[in-house]
């Protein structure tokens, strides 16, 4: 069965402190990959998504950036948080080939927290 | 452009009996799909129900049922005997052709309070 990880799991760091995400995914291959982040009490904002490796696509212009090292790795990056980037971040897996009906798998999140 | 509304922010309901939560949306495309998911205070997204555009039936999936009315552009989720723990957020959201096939909306987003 596939499985989707995210670490870690809680985070607080400092303003203009570097930052660096990871998610993974277990028993799927060629997944798409997904970053969201969602602020307190609001929905999701889709922010990178991915259809291979080293295939980024970026929804929102901001400070973060990600890449897909590997097949089943995908990274979420800041050189420089700032207070904005606190919120609850989501990886997600689909299936490569999509239809208006292919659900999306989410890992557990990360809860960042930008002091 | 493609949205999902969810226009209430909270709702509340009594253990045991039903409850609706509801969803509505715009969108261009001929084929879309729409999703409901719950978040409980753990923060994972559980995928609840799914109903295709071109679906003749409601889907029901044991005590979750989508009231799916194409004209209006509505996709109600109904859950039905609540349990306390059905407290969470749930969330609705589409995805379609013309979202590029691989971005799914997402709505604000209700808190369904259960009482005992």
């Known amino acids: 069965s596939q499985t989707i990880h995210q670490w870690p799991a809680t985070l607080v760091q400092p303003v203009g402190s570097p930052l660096s995400l990871e998610c993974t995914v277990e028993?799927?291959?060629?997944?798409?990959l997904y970053w969201y982040r969602q602020a307190a009490g609001r929905g999701l904002q889709l922010l990178f998504y991915?259809?291979?490796?080293?295939?980024i696509s970026s929804e929102v212009p901001q400070n973060l950036s990600a890449s897909r090292p590997q097949d089943r790795q995908f990274i979420l990056s800041s050189k420089k948080l700032l207070l904005s980037d606190s919120g609850f971040y989501l990886c997600?897996?689909?299936?490569?080939?999509?239809?208006?009906?292919?659900?999306?798998?989410f890992g557990p999140g990360t809860r960042l927290t930008v002091t | 452009a493609q949205k999902i509304t969810q226009t209430q922010p909270g709702m509340f309901v009594q253990e045991k009996e039903a409850v609706t939560l509801d969803c509505t949306y715009d969108?261009?495309?001929?084929?879309?799909?729409l999703f409901w998911y719950k978040q409980p205070s753990s923060g994972e997204m559980i995928f609840l129900i799914y109903?295709?555009?071109?679906?003749?039936q409601n889907a029901t999936e044991g005590r979750y049922s989508l009231n799916f009315q194409k004209a209006r552009k509505s996709a109600n989720l109904v859950i039905s005997a609540s349990q306390l723990g059905d407290s969470a957020m749930y969330f609705c959201?589409?995805?379609?052709?013309?979202?590029?096939?691989?971005?799914?909306?997402f709505g604000a987003g209700t808190r369904l309070f259960v009482k005992a």
């Open positions: 997600a897996w689909s299936a490569l080939v999509e239809t208006s009906g292919t659900e999306q798998y």
């Open positions: 028993g799927t291959s060629n997944p798409n």
């Open positions: 991915s259809v291979g490796i080293g295939q």
């Open positions: 969108t261009s495309d001929p084929s879309y799909g």
């Open positions: 109903q295709g555009s071109y679906d003749q």
């Open positions: 959201a589409m995805r379609g052709i013309n979202t590029g096939g691989f971005k799914t909306i």
